[in-house]
């Protein structure tokens, strides 16, 4: 019986559901981390409306802090199955290797500066007088944990690129139950309420990491994982490739810290709060939707590069038309339900009904252009795995830079709650714009008349 994919000879749309869809599933699993922290937070009782906006704002720096996994897992896994496709086991070990080690060193790195910071942080973040203690508690207990969770997210990357996407799906999914099992305990039978939830999520990413690490060491991987010192010319290589999705998740930080103060602002003191609690649980829908689009994307990369590697442009195209057409149709199903069902959704965060009405209002702004944004996904994280980086990232900034615009300036013309529309303006523009570069560039390099990408074989 045949144990791995075959990322050469293997029928692509077999291959794309079989990466993808546990890619996809684990990313959905991985949003469990953060939406059960805040369903829960959110129905403690009496405080939980102002809670829950504390671990709103704490949003940006866990954001910000997962972008470095991204940076030197994507950036290394890519690099990666290039150097498998293109049959160097040698230095694809030497990525491997280079990556744990770059992970370690950020982790630790990352830990120390937020919690020297953190107060500043949170502050500057949109947190309240109300919200602060919230917002402090949880994000000092989160912080520690950062070594497990910037490992458990970036060595997972190196597991699918081995042709093992139902074990890099059990990473998260170990986690994400036992996050779910803790909560209600820390938080309710021991009454530790938002420490009780930063804890439970501290945890579950260590069995997580634990799971991660033990997998990479088995007989059964074609590279398995060891310690090396770090190269310098690896390591540049690594963050050269990541930095695209790295920047593109860190300004996600950026844009939620721009809501929330802008909220914050504009809403004023009576009803600024609101918003951000409201914008929380938007944020919390939106991520069931972005999430599963970035396993697709992102599951498929490993493929994409390793035929990259093995000069099969034939091969890739397929891989970007399946991969499209299942963004599409999970997005159009996403956005019927959208339309349909948000108010499901709110209930399980608040039975206020300010609260509740606000936030399925925001559910519908939010997700008026989601299919659009399926293509931009597409062509972004495949643009990434050809080494396309400058490119990918480029498209990517100004999508976010488009979101900051009007977030900031809808507001001073309309209703604090106008900063809403920053998502579907910003979407679509992006999505028009990806679409122009899929025709002029990307098709010119698959019909071997553009240049390659950025990795050097």
């Known amino acids: 019986m045949k144990k791995t994919n075959d990322f050469g000879r293997d029928s692509i749309p077999l291959l794309v559901l079989k990466i993808s869809i546990p890619f996809m599933f684990a990313q959905f699993v991985n949003v469990l981390y953060s939406i059960v922290d805040r369903i829960y937070v ?48 040698k230095n694809a070990r030497k990525v491997l290797a280079n990556s744990f080690v770059l992970l370690i060193i950020a982790s630790l790195a990352l830990t120390l500066l937020f919690l020297i910071t953190k107060g500043w942080l949170l502050n500057w973040f949109g947190a309240s007088e109300v919200t602060f203690s919230y917002a402090d508690t949880y994000m ?55 420490a009780g939830a930063a804890a439970a999520t501290v945890l579950a990413q260590m069995s997580s990491c634990a799971f991660v690490l033990c997998t990479l060491r088995r007989k059964k991987m074609r590279i398995r994982l060891g310690i090396v010192k770090p190269d310098l ?33 504009y809403g004023g003191a009576e009803y600024g709060d609101t918003l951000i609690t409201a914008a929380t649980i938007v944020q919390s829908y939106m991520l069931l939707i ?24 034939d091969r890739i195209r397929k891989t970007f038309f399946w991969v499209l057409m299942l963004c599409v149709c999970f997005t159009a199903v996403m956005f019927l339900i959208s339309r349909f069902m948000p ?76 900063a809403f529309y920053a998502e579907p303006v910003s979407d679509g523009l992006a999505a028009c714009l990806s679409c122009l570069v899929f025709f002029f560039i990307y098709r010119k390099y698959l019909r071997g008349e553009g240049r390659l990408g950025d990795i050097k074989l």
């Open 233 to 265: 010319q690896a390591g540049k290589q690594i963050v050269k490739i990541g930095f695209s999705p790295f920047l593109i998740m860190a300004t996600d930080s950026i844009i939620i810290i721009a809501l929330n103060a802008v909220l914050q602002y």
């Open 42 to 89: 959110g129905n403690i009782p009496v405080t939980g409306a102002d809670a829950l906006a504390g671990v709103g704002v704490c949003a940006p720096i866990v954001t910000l802090l997962s972008s470095f996994g991204a940076l030197f897992g994507i950036g290394g896994s890519v690099l990666f199955s290039v150097r498998l496709g293109a049959g160097d086991e």
């Open 343 to 418: 108010q499901y959704f709110v209930r399980i965060f608040t039975s206020d009904p300010e609260y509740a009405e606000l936030a399925v209002w925001g559910i519908k702004i939010f997700t008026l252009m989601i299919v659009p944004l399926s293509f931009q996904y597409v062509i972004v994280d495949g643009l990434t795995a050809l080494g396309m980086t400058k490119i990918s990232l480029s498209l990517s900034l100004l999508r976010k830079g488009i979101y900051f615009g009007a977030t900031c300036v809808l507001p001073i013309f309309f209703a604090a709650r106008s």
């Open 290 to 313: 972005t999430s599963p689009m970035l396993g697709i994307t992102g599951g498929s990369q490993p493929l994409i590069s390793f035929n990259y590697g093995a000069n099969r442009p």
């Open 140 to 194: 000092t207990i989160y912080t520690a944990g950062t070594f497990f969770a910037l490992l458990s997210t970036g060595m997972n990357y190196f597991i699918t690129a081995q042709g093992f996407p139902l074990l890099g799906m059990a990473t998260t999914l170990i986690g994400a139950v036992i996050n779910i099992i803790l909560d209600p305990v820390f938080i309710f039978l021991l009454d530790m309420d938002v």
